[in-house]
Nanobody, 126 residues
Framework: QVQLVESGGGLVQPGGSVRLSCAAS????????IGWFRQAPGKEREAVSC????????YYAHSLKGRITITRDNAKNVVYLQMNSLEPEDTGIYSC???????????????????WGRGTQVTVSS
């Protein structure tokens, strides 16, 4: 079974940046919508961003809009999540998953995502 693998997390100071990567081996991500989710301590998982097969089809959570950018590199089979101006409230485990649904990725429900990765921890603290 294909599993996605996240990387790029770590300890970051407030105002800092990270670039998270979502990769898959043995399966192309190019024909799937990819979603990024995060789970903060003591909170439910929430959608952060998604990108459809069409790279112009993207979504950003309101709390992060203007601070994050999602892109895909089909040649490398990786989806990136660039996060800037990080705040302590951005701390959490960031996971990616893929969906075969088409159309606007912001309309894809969480249950329609599969092949979840284990996540990468992002900690924003001074």
């Amino acid at each position: 079974q294909v599993q996605l693998v996240e990387s790029g997390g770590g300890l970051v100071q407030p105002g800092g940046s990270v670039r998270l990567s979502c990769a898959a081996s043995g399966s192309s991500l190019a024909t799937y919508a990819i979603g990024w989710f995060r789970q903060a301590p003591g909170k439910e998982r929430e959608a952060v961003s998604c990108i459809g097969v069409d790279n112009g089809n993207v979504y950003y959570a309101h709390s992060l809009k203007g601070r994050i950018t999602i892109t895909r590199d089909n040649a490398k089979n990786v989806v990136y999540l660039q996060m800037n101006s990080l705040e302590p409230e951005d701390t959490g485990i960031y996971s990616c998953a893929r969906s075969s649904r088409v159309g606007s990725c912001m309309l894809i429900p969480e249950y329609a995502y599969h092949n979840w990765g284990r996540g990468t921890q992002v900690t924003v603290s001074s």
